[in-house]
């Protein structure tokens, strides 16, 4: 079982900046992805960025560069730094973690309870 706490939520105006952490209870350096999805009213979740245990990195497209996700394996925490911060970016941001078994069928997903971003026009 993976438990992963997320903080840095709130209340941001336009063009503002927030950073999300998400702090897992096992270890991130081996054989697991930390990713952050979002979720809007009304829409469907999806996949902002994640991190492999090697350190690679992926974003979703419409991040353009504004989003910068990190971690620290010392820590078990991952991070999301949100710049340039749109109204379309207001959204539930939810830490989700992939354990990566040597049988696929092993596989497992956990979520964090997430943690509301809002940002004002």
């Known amino acids: 079982q993976v438990q992963l706490v997320e903080s840095g939520g709130g209340l941001v105006q336009a063009g503002g900046s927030l950073s999300l952490s998400c702090v897992a209870s096992?270890?991130?350096?081996?054989?697991?992805?930390i990713g952050w999805y979002r979720q809007a009213p009304g829409n469907q979740r999806e996949l902002v960025a994640d991190?492999?245990?090697?350190?690679?990195?992926n974003y979703a497209d419409f991040v353009s560069g504004r989003f910068t996700i990190s971690r620290d394996v010392s820590k078990r925490t991952v991070y999301l730094q949100m710049n340039s911060l749109k109204v379309d970016d207001t959204a539930v941001y939810y830490c989700?973690?992939?354990?990566?078994?040597?049988?696929?069928?092993?596989?497992?997903?956990?979520w964090g309870q997430g943690t509301q971003v809002t940002v004002s026009s």
């Open positions: 096992v270890s991130i350096s081996s054989r697991v992805t």
């Open positions: 989700n973690a992939t354990k990566w078994a040597l049988n696929p069928k092993y596989d497992r997903t956990y």
């Open positions: 991190i492999g245990s090697g350190g690679s990195t």
